[in-house]
């Protein structure tokens, strides 16, 4: 039956006041909605053509950005990999749960630590009111049984447990030989299903196209809900490996064959939601963990107008596309005000009727009002920082930075007193230095700065623990 659209609208209008403000008595609430979170890895703010990237073509992703919010100030709160993640999953700064470090930067095969059984992930959160949950990709946040997605509140794991880069072969070709000319055979990989390997090493020219089939498969299982579907990509981190369909299909070469079979995936996966008739109950977040590895060349993705990539805490380092799609629900439009990957936890929990944990600080805000079109963003400030270490702090426009270092490779550390200051309104892509214009700005900002750190708690460091 087709609904007259007068009647369509009051009906949406009624699922957004019930999921925002229940209705006392003995009225049905709408159903929770499900929840698919899609995170590329090592993707970079320009690597979209909705973001701007004039070769590589993600109608997909661009649609979904036409029909949903594509933010502009949204950032992940690590510049790497495994801190990025922990923050993502439990809404809180990497360094309350101990999952940074400042010589290790991540996880690797021998390390012995992990996401800490005392986190509360975003899927144990929903599972307690009545969520199925997987995880799909990669998970770098501990291979041990302990510290698996199974362990962590998903029923099922299907992916890597670290990056598509480790557990590299003695005998594969030297230095970055190996990343110019990839075969999977370079990689020992391991491909795991819950908690047994299934394939080692993993396929990886197949791997994007199998995620996506793992993830419509269990939105398919799972379509009376309510679901949450994580979907970690381990690509276009390198090295970079595309399906026979894809190789050859960008113009932008071997990376953005990549990232064009990751906006096909997102296509049927937003497809497979319309036709079973979920896309009205579903809320699909796409982003990314940190900027592009700028030191891989052409292997590696572009920050756009923002400076340097992975590794630093510039804005290329940590701020990412954003995409929240939701028909009929979540506004269209571009947001340009600020938002964060911890705020997706905040988020989907208050949409799904659940409480926030109120035994531990949890940096990650309710962003709905924006999404519902009801209000705007309650995040005023995003700290930035580079292993244990607070490098800058963006409060309002302006971000000021007390350290900074490039990406990955390069120069050292350099401290600033006082500290560097851009506004980011004016000037994104932070050349020009207006600290001494507004010294009681960067006088609000220290104050900041200082109070956090004084209040700041870190955890047990894991990066360091090894077998």
Known sequence: MRWPPTRFWFLSAVAIV????????????????????????????????????????????????????RWTSFYSAA????????????????????????????LFPDSAGGLPQREITMAEALKQVGYATACIGKWHLGHLPQYLPTSQGFDSYFGIPYS????????????REAFWKPKTEYWNVPLMRNQEIVERPADQTTITRRYTD???AFIQASRDGPFYCYLAHNLPH??????????????????????????????????????????????????SDNGPWLVFNQHGGSAGLLRDGKGS???????????????????PGVVREMGSTMDVFATCIALAGAKLPD??????????????????????TMFFYRGTRLYAVRHGQYKAHFITRSAYGSDKAQEHDPPLLFHLGHDPSERFNVASEHPQVVAEIRTIAG?????????????????
């Open 238 to 287: 390198v090295p970079l490996f595309a399906s026979t369909e894809f190789l050859g299909a960008s113009a932008r070469g071997l990376y953005g064959d990549v990232v064009q079979e990751i906006d096909a995936g997102v296509g049927r996966i937003l497809q497979t939601l319309r036709d079973l008739k979920l896309d009205r109950r579903t809320l699909v977040v796409f982003t």
């Open 214 to 216: 793992e993830a419509i």
């Open 164 to 175: 598509n880069d480790m557990d590299r072969v003695a005998d594969s070709p030297g230095g």
């Open 359 to 380: 035994d531990r600080v949890i940096d990650g805000l309710d962003v709905s009002p924006v999404l519902l079109g009801t209000g705007k963003s309650p995040r005023q």
């Open 313 to 331: 805490t510039w804005e290329g380092g940590m701020r990412e596309p954003a995409l929240f799609w939701w028909p009929g629900i979540v506004k």
């Open 451 to 467: 109070d956090h750190q004084k209040a700041m708690v870190p955890g047990e460091p894991q990066l360091q623990k090894k077998l």
């Open 18 to 69: 019930t999921i925002v403000f229940p209705v006392a008595g003995p009225a049905v609430a709408a159903p929770k909605p499900n929840f698919v979170v899609i995170f590329a890895d090592d993707l970079g703010y320009g690597d979209l053509g909705c973001y701007g990237h004039p070769t590589i073509a993600t109608p997909h992703l661009d649609r979904m950005a036409a029909e949903g919010q």
């Open 79 to 106: 510049p790497v990999c495994t801190p990025s993640r922990a923050a993502l999953l439990t809404g809180r700064l990497p360094i309350r749960s101990g999952m940074c470090d400042d010589r290790r930067r991540v």
